[in-house]
């Protein structure tokens, strides 16, 4: 059982809406597991009450904050220093308070890149077809050119989002990038082809996403080969159906579950100075979620 006292520290997630965070159950269960005096806690913050939220980090003492939406990108310009992860990123996760300053990081690539190398798969050489790019893509494919990708096509519903982050990633990070059209059911070409013969397929849209969980992004699936990986960064629920038509033509699937887990153990590493129980938060994510 957690006990809070007068030394209990405390940690939390700052957002709007926030009710539907899973971070207290994951957190509050990895804690108990390593015998902290720790609590995690969800704060709703309006945006026009984000720089008193982040302010409120120093006067109250608390050991940092994980953010989400849709304070992500406005968070950075309230810290005193931001990795070069989240710099590029343009958007903040978790932040941590050292003495009276307030850094910032970003916990998601590497938090994808765990995930994805616990899964038997390693980026360097390999190409990649990100389905989306918004926010969480560019995360993704931040860190999959980091990590040595060789290649990375991105497509998405609106061309011209998809040409701003591929030309965007070959021009800053230097990895070949391309637009791809969407590669639809009725599609040809080189999005369709990009969905064939990519080493590994990211779905980085919200599509699918709880309590629309019938729904999945329309794509050409028969392209899909067994052994391909295939990576889902939605979460709830952890097998959408996405994986489970990739899973169906034999493809290697991750659930976006295992990436909320490790971008979770890497702020639970930075709070706390001690390596994460995985499988405590595993297993306080999958009750949560039944």
């Not at 070069?84 to 990123?89: F, G, I, K, Q, T």
């Not at 998405?156 to 040409?163: L, S, V």
């Not at 230097?174 to 080189?190: I, L, Q, T």
């Amino acid at each position: 059982m957690l006990k809070v006292n007068a030394h209990t520290r405390i940690c939390g997630i700052i957002g709007d809406p926030v009710e539907h965070s899973l971070s207290p159950v994951m957190h509050n269960a990895a804690f108990h597991a390593r015998g902290i005096n720790y609590v995690y806690v969800a704060f709703r913050v309006p945006a026009s009450r984000l720089g008193a939220a982040v302010a409120a980090i120093r006067h109250l003492n608390l050991v940092g904050v994980n953010v989400t939406i849709p304070h992500k990108e406005a968070v950075l310009e309230h810290l005193d220093e931001v990795s070069e992860e989240a710099r590029l990123m343009g958007a903040v996760n978790t932040i941590v308070r050292r003495d009276d300053r307030l850094i910032g990081y970003n916990t998601d690539g590497e938090g994808f890149l765990r995930a994805l190398r616990a899964a038997g798969f390693v980026p360097a050489g390999r190409s990649v077809l990100l389905l989306g790019a918004g926010g969480a893509a560019r995360a993704v494919a931040v860190a999959l050119a980091r990590a040595g990708a060789a290649a990375i096509a991105v497509a998405n519903r609106t061309p011209a989002r998809a040409e701003r982050l591929a030309a965007w990633l070959a021009d800053g990070l230097g990895v070949a990038a391309r637009a791809v059209p969407w590669p639809g059911r009725d599609g040809v070409g080189p999005g369709r082809e990009a969905l064939a013969g990519a080493d590994l397929v990211v779905h980085a849209t919200p599509l699918g996403t709880y309590p629309d969980t019938s729904t999945g992004p329309d794509l050409a699936y028969e392209v899909l080969r067994p052994g391909q990986f295939v990576f889902d960064l939605v979460y709830n629920p952890p097998e959408t159906t996405f994986l489970a038509r990739a899973r169906a033509v034999g493809a290697r699937v991750v659930s976006g579950l295992e990436m909320l887990i490790h971008q979770g153990a890497l702020a639970f590493e930075l709070w706390t100075d001690q390596s994460p129980p995985l499988d405590t938060m595993r297993a306080a994510l999958r009750e949560a979620l039944l």
